[in-house]
């Protein structure tokens, strides 16, 4: 992928005139004209807040799903996104992917992330 490829801010379908974001995870504020600032929750995803006027409260945001709403396509609808090096800081596109409940809890045990849960009988 080339740099200026990487540069080019694409609509976010969920906030079509409002967000677009680029292949590098950087969301551009099309009511502001600046890019948002990132922060990263204590569970390690990088999120964006944003300030709701009504109603008045605020949004979260997990820039990986923006990233997978946006780029990668889900025709299974499948819900959740995992993160294949199970690095939830490595947002690149190659690293994540539409998944099920049941895939993402599989690959969290196969990668050594999450211990299996076996209940005694």
Sequence with gaps: MSNDELEIFYDIPSFKGRLKINKKGEVLSL????????????????????????????????????????????????????????????????????STPGENNKHAIVTGLRKPNFKKI
């Design 31 to 98: 009511i502001s004209n600046k890019i948002l600032k990132t922060n990263y929750l204590p569970s390690g995803y990088e999120i964006i807040v944003l300030m709701l006027k009504k109603p008045r409260r605020t949004k979260t945001l997990y820039v990986h799903r923006l990233l997978a709403e946006t780029f990668i396509p889900n025709p299974f609808n499948k819900k959740y996104i995992n993160h294949k090096n199970g690095n939830k800081q490595d947002n690149r596109l190659e690293n994540i992917e539409w």
